[in-house]
């Protein structure tokens, strides 16, 4: 009957599809009411993909749905919430094969304060895919006090599966691989960067002919097999390192180098993890990732597209580097 009066005994009569009306009382109602106000516009599951996925900008989403740029930012925020409750990252391929961790930072700043943002990807063993984890947005510099808070992060049935580090050689780096008994690959990429210089037109500097040669000898150094060639590699580094041509920064890079050698070289050790040797991965995504939060001053607002975007992006290819005695 449907009443929804006070009356013992309702006489409910019908007045179109949804309202009825008592003939005793002569209170009406509606069964089944539709949501009172303005119907929304549904763009809120389209708009996230729009931005992330297909790279629109807000200005022109703004036109398509005519609405204002804050708005639809205000709908963006809000789709990006939904999304990163409602939708988990995928979960790993079961099994107990070692998993790699590829990790490094990507830098903000916001009212005059740093911020890091702590980007993480594991790469089972047998497999060119990684699944990254959750961002996760820390005040302060990248140190080692921050990266094992970001590290605590990692679910537990992920971290103990975790047998090798990827990374560029961050302050407290090999603190925490030797704590929890993880190999330490140091990125390739990152000290070519040091001894290159920033990209683009490079200015000549003192004692070019000898940095190249550096280089060259350093590259070789990172993938030899050959342990008779190992030692005169080393014997060479360390004549560069005393020549007077030399900068003292590209000197004191190499010198580093061959203090650290084992660490550049574990991949060649532990092939059976078949480590990277570099963090691309991680960089290309911190490429995209400048793009989906420009305009973006907030660390919390940062964070939430950071993980908005992880999750309609939860893989990428981590090429693994070729042995040369394979």
């Known amino acids: 009957m449907h009443a929804q009066c006070g009356c013992e005994q309702p006489i409910v009569q019908r007045h179109g599809s949804r309202r009825r009306r008592c003939a005793n009382c002569g209170k009406t109602w509606s069964i089944?009411?539709?949501?009172?106000?303005r119907r929304s516009a549904g763009i809120r599951s389209t708009l996230v993909r729009r931005l992330f996925v297909d790279g629109e900008s807000s200005r022109r989403l703004a036109k398509d749905y005519h609405r204002s740029v804050e708005a639809i930012r205000h709908r963006c925020r809000v789709g990006c919430r939904e999304l990163v409750d409602d939708q988990k990252l995928p979960d790993l391929p079961a099994g107990t094969e070692p998993l790699v961790l590829v990790a490094d930072g990507l830098w903000f700043r916001f009212k005059r304060k740093n911020w890091v943002a702590y980007s993480m990807a594991v790469k089972p063993t047998g497999t060119q895919t990684a699944y990254?984890?959750?961002?996760?947005m820390l005040a302060g510099r990248e140190d080692a006090k921050n990266w094992l808070a970001a590290i605590a992060t990692?679910?537990?049935a992920v971290s103990e599966r975790i047998r090798a580090l990827v990374a560029d050689g961050f302050r407290g780096a090999k603190m925490i691989t030797r704590q929890r008994r993880w190999v330490l690959q140091l990125c390739h990429r990152h000290l070519d960067a040091k001894l290159l210089g920033k990209p683009g037109r490079r200015r000549k500097v003192?004692?070019?002919?000898?940095?190249g040669m550096v280089l060259a000898l350093i590259r070789?150094?990172?993938s030899t097999t050959d342990q008779a060639r190992m030692a005169a590699l080393?014997?060479?580094l360390a004549d560069c390192a005393r020549h007077p041509d030399l900068s003292s920064r590209i000197s004191g890079i190499t010198r580093r180098f061959l203090?650290?050698?084992?660490?550049y070289r574990a991949y060649l050790v532990h092939d059976e993890l078949e480590l990277p040797t570099t963090t691309n991965a991680i960089e290309s995504r911190h490429s995209q990732l400048r793009q989906v939060v420009i305009g973006i001053n907030r660390p919390l607002a940062t964070?939430?597209?950071?993980r908005a975007y992880t999750r309609l992006h939860p893989t990428i290819t981590c090429n693994v580097h070729e042995i040369p005695q394979n």
């Open 32 to 37: 089944r009411p539709l949501p009172r106000g």
């Open 132 to 136: 990254f984890l959750d961002p996760v």
């Open 154 to 156: 990692i679910p537990p």
């Open 206 to 211: 003192r004692g070019e002919a000898v940095r």
């Open 220 to 222: 070789e150094a990172r």
């Open 234 to 236: 080393q014997e060479a």
């Open 259 to 263: 203090h650290y050698l084992a660490l």
């Open 303 to 306: 964070e939430l597209r950071l």
